[in-house]
């Protein structure tokens, strides 16, 4: 058996931590940690959680069969399913924030009934298999002490809470702060930008303006000798706690709700129905030449070709954008027709970056280019025109991403390019559909292309060398 | 202007008690969570944080209110 390589990012919590060993996923749980796993497994809650889908499976294995590999004192091994594609709160669009604060709340919630609790309240514990948010971290479950608090509130709120509100308050989405700030957004800075008419209701009075001015506190063992206060959070204000909580997020919707340059751009784009319906034979025949396990879809709008994809013969597909207006309308879609596929936000230009402790513990998008297939339509001229990415820097990227894709390219004369040039100098002498098939050619191979409409649109199929990468 | 939010950030506490945290609490939960709960956890917790501020505020006029002792002679 491989050498089990422990997981960057897994290091926080001392019971246990993740290993990859010959493409699975396991988990270790400490002797410190053994009682606590064995009452939990006991209560018969991850069963039902896991039964439902809301907790990602969990076998566990002999420990023996990782000679020297795992570090000392572990006392149990579990094997988890290793999913299509790990995903950051801040690469979630708000509905997927939403979702994943109602999970973590839920099964706080049912926890408690069997005498569990959560010992933190990581985003970061919760993964997307389609729309549907599952919880992953099987060490967050502990024995639940009568009267003690929910230590993971503040973590809750800088990581669930304080993100939506920025969107639902202020009209501010919550991805490049998030992004940068990776704890999540503290209450004292939420505070000093919540409108003041929004600190008169009686959660964000509590949960955001009261936890901040009584963060200051000094917390500190008796000083004079007498003896601390006795106090404790009964059971039942706990689970108000979370009730009220729950309630209250469910209500929230992102403020800015006007419309965004690409919400309706399915319906209001420049081209006829004829030419959509090229376009997804294309993707159609594609998708079922191939049956990509995961197929990344950039520039996925509203999620329109990589529903056409999902449908013939691709297991599982990862939308990218970065108009929130589309990536909502893509995630009520995936959610309400149960599609295999995940809208996330991402700027093309400015992917995620490896980041968090020694820049190892979140991968960056490269890092986590594990996709069979590529499909980047209408996106190049976002990224050549409107961000001035040269046309070979651009190919030798989306050649990277996958050994198989295919790219849209608009020509100049589409109305499209036309709207990114129509304020500024065309310093894009370069910008034809010969020079970005010639810069593919150049780490790819090009499978076919076909022009789709009037106005010259050309999707261009490629396959990268086996040898590639 | 008086907001609550600026009554809030007016008041000076130290709080000294003794609260039932999670074993393996590996996460701090900061000490304005702990006190939102506390006020959450009903008519005990608020006399709690009531309670520190009354200590506080007497122990602002009872430091007041104590002489300094006098230097020592042998200093």
């Known amino acids: 058996m491989n050498r089990p390589i422990p997981d960057p990012g897994s290091f926080?919590?001392?019971?246990?931590?993740?290993?990859?060993?010959?493409?699975?996923?396991?988990?270790?749980?400490t002797a410190q940690a053994r009682d606590d796993f064995e009452f939990v497994r006991g209560t018969g809650l991850i069963d039902r959680l896991v039964g439902d889908g809301r907790v990602i499976a969990g076998e566990l294995v002999s420990a023996d069969g990782f000679p020297n590999g795992l570090a000392e004192g572990v006392a149990h091994v579990v094997e988890h399913p290793r999913l299509p594609f790990i995903s950051y709160p801040y690469e979630w669009p708000f509905p997927a924030l939403k979702a994943a604060a109602l999970l973590h709340l839920d099964i706080q919630t049912e926890a408690l009934d069997a005498g569990v609790a959560l010992s933190d309240a990581s985003a970061y514990n919760i993964q997307f298999r389609g729309a549907q948010p599952a919880f992953i971290d099987l060490l967050s479950f502990r024995r639940y002490r009568d009267g003690e608090m929910w230590s993971g509130h503040r973590q809750f709120c800088e990581q669930f809470l304080n993100p939506l509100l920025l969107r639902a308050k202020c009209g501010v989405a919550h991805n490049a702060w998030y992004r940068g700030s990776q704890e999540g957004i503290s209450a004292s800075d939420l505070r000093r930008?919540?409108?003041?008419?929004?600190?008169?209701?009686?959660?964000?009075l509590l949960h955001v303006v009261a936890q901040s001015a009584f963060q200051k506190v000094s917390m500190t063992p008796s000083a004079n000798g007498k003896a601390p206060l006795q106090t404790?959070?009964?059971?039942?204000?706990?689970?108000?706690?979370?009730?009220?909580?729950?309630?209250w997020i469910a209500t929230l919707e992102p403020a800015d709700t006007g419309a965004t340059v690409w919400r309706d751009y399915a319906k209001s784009h420049s081209y006829a129905d004829d030419e959509i319906a090229a376009k997804q034979g294309f993707i159609a025949e594609f998708a079922q030449a191939l049956k990509p396990k995961l197929i990344w879809d950039l520039g996925c709008n509203t999620g329109d070709f990589s529903a056409v994809a999902l449908g013939n013969g691709a297991k599982y597909a990862v939308?990218?954008?970065?108009?929130?207006?589309?990536?909502?309308?893509?995630?009520?879609?995936?959610?309400?027709?149960?599609?295999?596929?995940?809208?996330l936000y991402l700027d093309g230009a400015n992917p995620s970056p490896s980041q968090g402790w020694n820049e190892r513990e979140r991968p960056g998008l490269a890092g986590r280019a594990t996709a069979d297939a590529v499909i980047a339509l209408a996106f190049v001229h976002h990224l050549a025109i409107g961000r001035n990415i040269p046309l070979p820097d651009l190919a030798a990227w989306l050649t990277g991403l996958a050994p198989h894709g295919v790219v849209e390219f608009v020509p100049k004369r589409?109305?499209?390019?036309?709207?990114?040039?129509?304020?500024?100098?065309?310093?894009?002498?370069?910008?034809?559909?010969?020079?970005?098939?010639?810069?593919?050619?150049?780490?790819?191979?090009?499978?076919?292309?076909?022009?789709?409409?009037?106005?010259?649109?050309?999707?261009?199929?490629?396959?990268?060398?086996?040898?590639?990468? | 202007m008086i907001t609550p939010d600026s009554l809030l950030q007016s008041l000076p506490v130290w709080l000294s008690a003794d609260l039932v945290t999670p074993a393996f609490a590996y996460l701090d939960p900061g000490t304005g969570s702990m006190i939102v709960q506390l006020l959450l956890g009903g008519i005990a917790g608020a006399l709690v944080v009531g309670k520190l501020y009354w200590q506080r505020f007497k122990g602002f006029f009872s430091r007041k209110g104590t002489a300094s002792p006098a230097p020592s002679q042998d200093d």
């Open chain 1, 193 to 204: 930008l919540l409108p003041w008419t929004s600190k008169l209701s009686r959660n964000i």
């Open chain 1, 232 to 247: 404790r959070f009964p059971t039942a204000s706990y689970r108000g706690m979370l009730a009220k909580l729950r309630g």
């Open chain 1, 12 to 29: 926080r919590d001392p019971c246990g931590r993740i290993y990859h060993c010959g493409g699975k996923v396991y988990r270790t749980i």
């Open chain 1, 414 to 469: 589409d109305p499209m390019v036309q709207r990114l040039l129509a304020l500024r100098d065309d310093i894009f002498p370069d910008y034809t559909a010969e020079h970005f098939q010639h810069c593919l050619s150049q780490s790819a191979e090009i499978i076919e292309a076909r022009t789709v409409t009037q106005s010259g649109r050309t999707l261009i199929r490629f396959r990268r060398p086996v040898t590639g990468r």
């Open chain 1, 319 to 343: 939308g990218f954008d970065m108009d929130q207006g589309a990536l909502e309308q893509a995630f009520a879609r995936a959610a309400s027709t149960d599609l295999s596929f995940t809208p």
